[in-house]
Nanobody, 123 residues
Framework: QVHLAESGGGLVQAGGSLRLSCAASGRTFSNRYMGWFRQAPGKEREFVAAITWSGGITYYAESVKGRFTASSDNAKNTVYLQMNSLKPEDTAVYYC????????????????WGQGTQVTVSS
């Protein structure tokens, strides 16, 4: 069983930055993926980024590539999502998810989810 807790969301102006954190407790595997997803009102949950606990492999959605960076800290059992050059269309609830083996861009690949943290980008 893995418990995930996100933090770091908030209100920021367009062009600003935020860093989300996702602390994991319970058993995790270094070769599995942690994922970041987001869901805006009235829209489906969409993939943002994925990273292995070792940090060696990352994937990003095209819409965030070059602006967002995923990282991991094994010692703290925490993954991060650094979000720069934020845009109003990045406004959503952001979720972290755990323990995907493959197909990391799909939410069904993950076994565990956090409660989400709200990110609001004003224009």
């Amino acid at each position: 069983q893995v418990h995930l807790a996100e933090s770091g969301g908030g209100l920021v102006q367009a062009g600003g930055s935020l860093r989300l954190s996702c602390a994991a407790s319970g058993r995790t595997f270094s070769n599995r993926y942690m994922g970041w997803f987001r869901q805006a009102p009235g829209k489906e949950r969409e993939f943002v980024a994925a990273i292995t606990w070792s940090g060696g492999i990352t994937y990003y959605a095209e819409s965030v590539k070059g602006r967002f960076t995923a990282s991991s800290d094994n010692a703290k059992n925490t993954v991060y999502l650094q979000m720069n050059s934020l845009k109003p269309e990045d406004t959503a609830v952001y979720y972290c998810a755990a323990e995907a083996w493959s197909g990391v861009r799909g939410p069904d690949a993950y076994d565990y989810w956090g409660q989400g943290t709200q990110v609001t980008v004003s224009s």
